[in-house]
């Protein structure tokens, strides 16, 4: 079975709804901030690979993916891209949003002259500025970056993409 079918086969089991999904897997790799499972919306499960590649280094590292969204009559890939960190403390993988947390444009890597500063993402809308673990340290943002609640099915890692999970 290729990973297509997977993603297919699992986005058909977890439409079943939240039960469904957290009786498939469940298997939070641990977040600084862990969503709900009630709220979890299971109709946009992005794959973003492998377990064992995730966990490979250097971090923060940028993970792209493409998600299918149903949405009644209408079904659309739409891409994007999500910032892995892991704490090395205590072996916790981050898996952040870059959508800021001011007016949502999309925060990046920082240039090597705002690293120096301790500056790890950036968004250029209006210079807001997050460190490496996606905390708001400068500019309007209000909040650290968003995190997703990964799943795992058959070694691969899976985010609810419509469904981040606010941090305070
Ligand atoms: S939208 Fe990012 S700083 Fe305003």
């Not at 790799?29 to 979890?40: K, Q």
């Not at 009559?73 to 993988?93: A, C, K």
Request: glycine share 8%; aromatic share 8%.
């Amino acid at each position: 079975m290729n990973s297509k079918q997977n993603r297919r086969e699992f986005l058909k089991n977890s439409a079943k709804g939240t039960l469904g999904l957290i009786t498939l897997s469940a298997i939070p790799l641990t977040l600084t901030a862990c969503s709900d499972g009630e709220n979890i919306n299971t109709s946009a499960m992005a794959n973003l690979g492998p377990l064992e590649d995730l966990k490979k280094g250097p971090f923060p590292k940028k993970v792209d993916y493409v998600v299918t969204i149903e949405d009644g009559w209408v079904t659309q890939e739409r891409s994007g891209f999500v910032f892995i960190q892991m704490e090395e403390n205590n072996n916790e993988m981050m898996i952040m949003s870059p959508i800021c947390t001011h007016l949502g444009c999309t925060a990046s890597f920082a240039k090597e002259d705002q690293k120096k500063e301790g500056i790890t993402f950036f968004c250029p809308c209006h210079g807001g500025e997050y460190d490496e673990f996606g905390n708001n340290i400068g500019g309007p943002p209000p909040r650290p970056l968003d995190v997703f609640q990964p799943y795992i099915k058959d070694g691969e890692v899976y985010i609810p993409v419509l469904s981040p999970t606010e941090r305070t």
